[in-house]
T-cell receptor, first 110, second 113 residues
Framework: GQQVMQIPQYQHVQEGEDFTTYCNSSTTLSNIQWYKQRPGGHPVFLIQLVKSGEVKKQKRLTFQFGEAKKNSSLHITATQTTDVGTYFCAENNAGNMLTFGGGTRLMVKP | DTEVTQTPKHLVMGMTNKKSLKCEQHMGHRAMYWYKQKAKKPPELMFVYSYEKLSINESVPSRFSPECPNSSLLNLHLHALQPEDSALYLC????????????FGQGTRLTVV
């Protein structure tokens, strides 16, 4: 079945450094959603990208959808300790079945 | 009210017990979901209800039995579970099946002993 691969699995950064996580698919994605899950918490929706080449920004977060709609990235500028958590990409395919990538766990050293 | 409420938050049960997980939302959403999440893994879809009817069952063992009594409530009945079923069980809802974001509850952390 459809698999969304996400890298890296873990990332340690110093507070103030940038961070990027990448999702890749071997087939064309209908859309891509991004979720954040804090330690001990639940996934919280961040954004959905639908169009080829789409770029959306939320404060220090920049989301991109590839031109071929086979990859996506989330970039955080100048990380803060509040950014700690696991970031998941997910394809919302037919029937609102969310297929999640493996997640990238971000740790920020103050 | 933009919350999905799950109870209980924690549950420890024996392999012969019967228990139920409950989920409630008052956002008027007509699609509700159960996901299972093991430690350090992504959520995995178990069931989808659309307009109170089961629309997707992702080959889940029969020891998990979902129920949707009305458009605001979703239950997951548990019976004869195995220790490997220990996980975080997440409920989610969305306006309708096939739309945008999913709203997740805080989950029930289940331990089977």
């Amino acid at each position: 079945g459809q698999q969304v691969m996400q890298i890296p699995q873990y990332q340690h950064v110093q507070e103030g450094e940038d961070f990027t996580t990448y999702c890749n698919s071997s087939t064309t994605l209908s859309n891509i959603q991004w979720y954040k899950q804090r330690p001990g918490g639940h996934p919280v929706f961040l954004i959905q990208l639908v169009k080829s080449g789409e770029v959306k920004k939320q404060k220090r977060l920049t989301f991109q959808f590839g031109e071929a709609k086979k990859n996506s990235s989330l970039h955080i500028t100048a990380t803060q300790t509040t950014d700690v958590g696991t970031y998941f990409c997910a394809e919302n395919n037919a029937g609102n079945m969310l297929t999640f990538g493996g997640g990238t766990r971000l740790m920020v050293k103050p | 009210d933009t919350e999905v409420t799950q109870t209980p938050k924690h549950l420890v049960m024996g392999m012969t017990n019967k228990k139920s997980l409950k989920c409630e939302q008052h956002m008027g959403h007509r699609a509700m979901y159960w996901y299972k999440q093991k430690a350090k893994k992504p959520p995995e879809l178990m069931f989808v209800y659309s307009y109170e009817k089961l629309s997707i069952n992702e080959s889940v063992p029969s020891r998990f039995s979902p129920e949707c009594p009305n458009s605001s409530l979703l239950n997951l009945h548990l019976h004869a579970l195995q220790p490997e079923d220990s996980a975080l069980y997440l409920c989610a809802s969305s306006p309708t099946q096939g739309t945008t974001e999913a709203f997740f509850g805080q989950g029930t952390r289940l331990t089977v002993v």
